[in-house]
């Protein structure tokens, strides 16, 4: 695990990145420095070497919420080991992912992904706006940003009118979540992105499910896909959807 901390504004609690498996999917845990309570945001270690550096990484600290962007395989496969050492935290997971969700243990193999035989059932039902606390330092809201999958999330913490965003595989630098799955919509996530800049400032830090950390800012400047959607929005022919 690697720590955050130095790279990002955040005040009060630590956070730490692991990028696991063949797909490079990033794994984040949350520590609040007060009560030292945590959140692990997508669990994708996907062999007992990265589970054991997570282990290692929460000692001392008491997982209250494991955090799902979406339900793919390689954000998911980790819940159940994740379940089985901290069964006090809550799972989770917007309802529009059930199926996604249901069918990750059957899919996951096909992306090189050694799936556990089922996973566990979520415990909490994300919807757009909620607040997320973890410990005393950590606010996050929840806001819907479906298109790489239907109900697919972001986890914010906003500060002084920019923002810290968990952005699951809707915004990459360079690039986005691709939209050739079963039931993504290149459409919805156009408008999506258009969210994303409509709620939050330029300066506002990503933190995405793949690749490393970049800023609404940078990829304005640098992401064609960002360039096709805000173009799209100025012309009229795509809206941020309502808050």
Excluded at 42 to 56: G, V
Excluded at 166 to 180: A, E, H, M
Excluded at 206 to 212: A, C, I, M, R
Excluded at 213 to 233: D, Y
Aim: charged content about 20%; glycine content about 8%; aromatic content about 8%.
């Amino acid at each position: 695990m690697r720590s955050l901390a130095r790279r990002i504004p955040i005040r009060g609690y630590d956070v730490a990145v692991q990028s696991c498996g063949p797909l490079g999917c990033n794994l984040y845990a949350l520590t609040c420095l007060a009560t030292r309570e945590a959140a692990i945001i997508d669990p994708s270690f996907t062999n007992p070497a990265e589970y054991s550096l997570l282990q290692k990484y929460m000692e001392g600290t008491s997982v209250k919420q494991i955090l799902l962007t979406h339900g793919h395989p390689d954000h998911v496969i980790g819940v159940a080991d994740c379940a089985q050492q901290w069964p006090d935290a809550t799972i989770a997971l917007h309802p529009w992912e059930d199926e996604n969700y249901s069918e990750a243990c059957h899919l996951g193999p096909f992306f090189g992904l050694n799936m556990p035989e089922k996973l566990p059932k979520p415990t909490c039902s994300l919807s757009d706006g909620d607040v997320i606390a973890v410990g005393s330092s950590i606010r996050l809201r929840v806001v819907h940003t479906p298109g790489h999958a239907p109900g697919h999330v972001a986890f914010v913490d906003e500060q002084d009118g920019s923002a810290v965003i968990w952005g699951g595989d809707l915004l990459f630098r360079g690039s986005v979540g691709r939209t050739d799955f079963p039931n993504a919509s290149s459409e919805d996530l156009l408008v999506s992105l258009v969210r994303l800049y409509d709620l939050f400032a330029d300066e506002s830090i990503v933190l995405s499910g793949h690749t490393t950390p970049t800023t609404l800012g940078t990829e304005e400047q640098f992401n064609v896909f960002v360039h096709k959607a805000l173009s799209m929005s100025k012309k009229g022919i795509v809206r941020g959807a309502e808050a």
